[in-house]
Structure formats: C-alpha cells, structure tokens
Nanobody
C-alpha cells in the first residue's frame, strides 16, 4: 500500500486548499480512507474519514468547512478545506484501513477517527494558515 499526499501549502485565514492522496498497491475502493493532522508535541488527530460506501465522519472542529471525497476510478482521496483558520495549521496525513472501525462519539456509533484504527500512512503534506 502506497499513499502519496499533495496540495499542501501556505494560505491566509479564510482561504481554501484541496489536498489529494494518490493510492496504489491495493483494492482502493474497498478500503476505509481518512485524513489526519498533527502538530509538534501533539497526538495525531482525525479530521475526516470515508468508507467504501461513501459514509463519512468529521471532527467537530472541521464540520461545515472541510469535505472528504474520493475518486475510485483514479484511486484518489481528496480533502477540500474551506474557511481555513490558523488552528488548522498542521502536517496532514492520508491514511487507509482494510477494515471499517466504529467508535462511539457522543453516545452514537460513527466511523472511527482514531489513528490506531488505520494501518497505512502517507508521508504527509504541510498546511500553514496565517492570520
């Protein structure tokens, strides 16, 4: 499994970026895919995930601003990020999991946003948002 991210960069607050993740080496359409982010000294945080049926889950901090999508024909995962904030600054990672995992958030089961449930990772792409 190989995952290669692109699309990171520097943008002012309120701007937009679209991250891409090119996947290869496995049956892409059957996997659960996700975007995570990490800043120095902090744990990797789940941002958005999407399963093989197109069901999604988002971190509360990005709901309404970020959209995860995938193109099965081209084995590519996307993260459209709008209305970016300085606190969105981080290294963003693409991840894949061969099995779906569910966790309870607020008492309801959702697709997992936990890094431990994803076994394959890209190298990351830096996103910097200035105020």
């Amino acid at each position: 499994v190989q995952l290669v991210e692109s699309g990171g960069g520097s943008v002012q607050a309120g701007g937009s970026l679209r991250l891409s993740c090119a996947a290869s080496g496995y049956t892409y359409s059957r996997y659960c895919m996700g975007w995570f982010r990490q800043t120095p000294g902090k744990e990797r945080e789940g941002v958005a995930v999407i399963d093989s049926d197109g069901i999604t889950n988002y971190a509360d901090s990005v709901k309404g601003r970020f959209t995860i999508s995938k193109d099965n024909a081209n084995n590519t995962l996307y993260l459209q990020m709008n209305r970016l904030k300085p606190e969105d600054t981080a290294m963003y990672y693409c991840a894949a999991a061969s099995n779906k995992a569910f966790r309870k958030y607020g008492g309801t089961w959702f697709l997992s946003l936990e890094a431990d449930d994803f076994g394959y990772w890209g190298q990351g792409t830096q996103v910097t948002v200035s105020s």
